[in-house]
């Protein structure tokens, strides 16, 4: 049962099904982690990432993109497109199905949080100043760090032979964890268009009591500034040989 789909699939599941799960305690009323602040989001988070990340190698995905800019990123560095649609599938259905299980999970707590705006941003991003032009810029810069220093992180010039066995997933995971604590606060930092468009058409679907509108007005931000980051970055690795 092994493959690359399967292990990019299992793999996204993880990381939203934890990275909103931890979002939707810190917001829901009576949730015991409620009001608990960014730095539990942003912890979350990078916990989410590792898991998603260990999850989707076990399942058969060793390069763990788990994130169609990563994926796009690593066919723009080795000009191999073959696998890009299919893990893209992988991973927002992957998405879907975590946000589905985290909707689960906190069933009992949506009808008693009256915010609609609050219930959106457990399941996806938005500006925190309304600003598209900008809001994309911050995506992009935040993608492309991401994709810059995971090549770092694997790169011979950090490592004649890589990180030692088990040390890159958490190296991966404290990279995102700073992306958030530092870049995260303008937009939310999806830096990754199944984590936004995945659970935003969940949020869409699933019958939440009291949600508003899923902002699809929003929802290109996240898609194409991430996915441009992704691409620029790509070309710089490849032309920098890392």
């Known amino acids: 049962m092994h493959s690359v789909w399967l292990g990019e699939f299992m793999g996204t599941l993880v990381l ?14 009576k949730s015991y982690a409620a009001d608990a602040g960014w730095m539990v989001i942003t912890t979350g988070w990078a916990l989410a990432v590792l898991c998603g990340v260990l999850v989707a190698q076990a399942f058969g995905s060793p ?5 169609p800019a990563i994926t ?9 497109y073959s696998q890009v649609l299919s893990m893209w ?9 975590g946000a589905a299980l ?10 008693l949080s009256p915010d609609p705006a609050a219930k959106l941003g457990i399941f996806c991003t938005n500006g925190a100043v309304r600003s598209p032009l900008f809001n994309m810029v911050s995506e992009m810069i935040g993608t492309a760090v991401l994709v810059i220093v995971v090549g770092a992180i694997f790169s011979h010039g950090v490592s004649a032979t890589g ?18 604590l530092s870049l995260g606060g303008t937009t939310g930092y999806a830096i990754n268009p199944a984590r936004d468009l995945g659970p935003r058409l969940m949020h869409a679907i699933l019958p939440i009591p009291g949600k508003g509108g899923s902002n699809w007005r929003y929802a290109p931000i996240p898609i194409v500034g991430d996915l441009a980051g992704g691409a620029l970055a790509g070309l710089l690795l490849h032309y920098a040989h890392l």
């Open 72 to 80: 796009l990123a690593m066919a723009v560095v080795s000009g191999n």
């Open 16 to 29: 939203v099904l934890l990275g909103n799960g931890v979002c939707a305690g810190v917001t829901l009323r």
């Open 63 to 67: 390069g763990a993109h788990i994130n």
């Open 89 to 97: 599938s992988a991973q927002f259905l992957g998405a879907m199905c």
């Open 163 to 180: 990180p030692a066995p088990g040390l890159g997933q958490w190296l991966v995971a404290s990279l995102v964890w700073g992306i958030g």
């Open 102 to 111: 985290m909707t689960l999970h906190y069933a009992p707590h949506w009808r």
